[in-house]
Structures are given as C-alpha cells and as structure tokens.
C-alpha cells in the first residue's frame, strides 16, 4: 500500500470513530435524559400516566418527528407511535425508503392527556423545555411536525395546517439551525382516508429535503431578456401570479425562458423563445 493510500484509510477510521464516538455520546446523553424524566412531576398529566413516553429511534437522526402526545397505547407501551397512527407512519416512511430506526420520534408531551384530549397550553409550557433539549442532543437538519400543536410550538405559527403542510421554514430551534417541514398528523388520514394521498404526496417531498437539504428551498433562477420590450416581463409576472403556489410534484411550475430579440423593421422586433433547460422543481416555503 503506498503512502497516500496508508494515510487515506487512516483518515478514514479516525472519522468513523469520531462519527461512533458522537453516536454513541447523543444516545448517553438522551438515555440520562430519559432517566431524569420517569418520575417527572410538572404538570397534572403525571397522575393519570402508566409512564411518560420520552421518545424512540437514532440518537443522530437528521430527521426528527414531533407530534403531540402519547394515545392509550403508547402510554402503555412507553414508545411513541406505536398505535394505529403509527403504523401509518411505519408506512409512510417505508414509502420513502426509511425505517424508523433511520429516524428519531417524540411528542409534544410526554405523559398521556386524559382520554385523549388535546393537551393544555400550562402542560405544553411545562413539557418544552424538556423537547428542546432533546433536540439539543439529536441536531436535526429536519423537523417534520405532525399535525397543529407541534407545528404552532416549534414553527410560532397560528397558520392552519391545510395552509402550510408540505412546506418548509428555516428556523433554529432549541439552538440547532434546522428546517421545520408540517404535515397533517396520521390519524388525520384514519379519520378521513382521502387524507392519506395528502400524507404521501407530503412524504415525496420531505424526501426531496432530506436528499438536496436546503438546495430544495431555493427559488430557481429567472433569466430575462434586458432591453426595450417590457411585454416579456409583464407576461412572465402573470404566468407567474397565474400559477399560484408552486409545490414540489405539481404541474403547474412555471419555467421561465430566456428570449431572444430580432429586428424585423428599424423600430420594431420581435421575441423569440428559446427552450430553457428544465429547473428542479422546488419545495415551497411559508
């Protein structure tokens, strides 16, 4: 082996212990985590649980799902999504070629609300810091949000989800520089099938962000024509107003073209469309 091969592969081990040693310190810190909240007592939901359902999946997962709380059978199995709700899940993600292993999942709260109801903004309060610091701990590039609560917590919105699902938002949170990406939550599509397509057209685009990162949210380039014909323009900006919201999957993008200008008497001309080279569609913001 020579010595540049000797050297390369010797680079190569040290990053994967480091990448080992980082791994296996995020799953320390969050295995202390958990520990430090089994007996949490910080708001009212602590009576009524069998025990609190911290969270479940990769320690270093660049994606991390937060809903809103556990149900009947994740306050008794301790693990997050475990219902029919989460099945759903399993297969949206395997949709997209992911596990829940590849993933990491947690809740708004921690302990079950009462008969399912939605939690209270006291038990919220009560509950986030503890959410922030998990997310300290994983340093997600991406937070999907399942469904209004987790949304309007981490995202400070009080847009409706219908408005803002299958969109992105740059944002830190918990001191990490990440992208929050809502969906409708999954019971969502228990309740209403049709839902469901929704859901999956969602999952193709979470899978874009997570495969270009924040290339996916940038604007593609618009390339004009400079000069005396302001028509060109003026027709781009009504395609442009015309085609409303462009979703990542949609056919309604708007690609725009660069012209050319030829003379056909002294004063006047005509433009001439070239084919532009198609833009990678990208995924909308809010």
Same mark, same amino acid.
């Given at each position: 082996?020579?010595?540049?091969?000797?050297?390369?592969?010797?680079?190569?081990?040290v990053?994967?212990?480091?990448?080992?040693?980082?791994?296996?310190?995020?799953?320390?810190?969050?295995?202390?985590?958990?520990?430090?909240?089994?007996?949490?007592?910080?708001?009212?939901?602590?009576?009524?649980?069998?025990?609190?359902?911290?969270?479940?999946?990769?320690?270093?997962?660049?994606?991390?799902?937060?809903?809103?709380?556990?149900g009947?059978?994740? +306050? =008794?199995?301790? @693990?997050?999504?475990?219902?029919? %709700?989460?099945?759903?899940? #399993?297969?949206?993600?395997? $949709?997209?070629?992911?596990?829940?292993?590849?993933?990491?999942?947690?809740?708004?709260?921690?302990?079950?609300?009462?008969?399912?109801?939605?939690?209270?903004?006291?038990?919220?309060?009560?509950?986030?810091?503890?959410?922030?610091?998990?997310?300290?701990?994983?340093?997600?590039?991406?937070?999907?949000?399942?469904?209004?609560?987790a949304?309007?917590?981490?995202?400070?919105?009080?847009?409706?989800?219908?408005?803002?699902?299958?969109?992105?938002k740059?944002?830190?949170?918990g001191?990490?520089?990440?992208?929050?990406?809502?969906?409708?939550?999954?019971?969502?599509?228990?309740?209403?099938?049709?839902?469901?397509?929704?859901l999956?057209?969602?999952?193709?685009?979470?899978?874009?962000?997570? +495969? =270009?990162?924040? @290339?996916?949210?940038?604007?593609? %380039?618009?390339?004009?024509? #400079?000069?005396?014909?302001? $028509?060109?323009?003026e027709?781009?900006?009504?395609?442009?107003?015309?085609?409303?919201?462009?979703?990542?999957?949609?056919?309604?993008?708007?690609?725009?073209?660069?012209?050319?200008?030829?003379?056909?008497?002294?004063?006047?001309?005509s433009?001439?469309?070239?084919?532009?080279t198609?833009?990678?569609?990208?995924?909308?913001?809010w």
């Open positions: 082996m020579t010595m540049s091969g000797r050297a390369s592969g010797t680079l190569s081990a990053k994967d212990d480091r990448a080992t040693n980082q791994h296996h310190e995020a799953a320390e810190a969050l295995r202390a985590l958990q520990g430090e909240l089994s007996g949490c007592t910080g708001c009212g939901l602590s009576p009524g649980r069998t025990q609190v359902v911290f969270g479940a999946g990769n320690p270093q997962a660049e994606l991390l799902f937060v809903g809103e709380g556990p009947f059978h994740e +306050d =008794r199995q301790g @693990e997050p999504f475990v219902g029919q %709700a989460g099945k759903l899940l #399993t297969e949206l993600l395997a $949709g997209i070629g992911l596990t829940r292993d590849d993933v990491y999942i947690a809740n708004v709260v921690k302990c079950r609300p009462p008969e399912n109801r939605d939690p209270t903004p006291y038990e919220i309060a009560a509950c986030t810091p503890h959410l922030m610091r998990q997310i300290a701990i994983i340093k997600p590039r991406v937070i999907c949000t399942l469904g209004r609560f949304t309007r917590l981490l995202a400070e919105t009080e847009l409706s989800m219908s408005v803002i699902h299958g969109k992105a740059t944002r830190e949170v001191g990490v520089q990440t992208v929050i990406f809502p969906i409708f939550h999954p019971a969502a599509a228990l309740y209403t099938p049709a839902n469901r397509q929704i999956e057209e969602d999952f193709v685009r979470l899978r874009r962000l997570l +495969d =270009r990162g924040l @290339e996916a949210l940038s604007t593609p %380039a618009v390339t004009q024509q #400079t000069g005396s014909h302001d $028509g060109c323009s027709m781009a900006d009504s395609q442009s107003a015309d085609s409303g919201t462009v979703e990542a999957g949609g056919s309604g993008a708007v690609q725009m073209v660069t012209s050319t200008t030829e003379a056909v008497t002294s004063n006047e001309a433009v001439q469309p070239e084919t532009a198609p833009q990678a569609e990208q995924l909308p913001l």
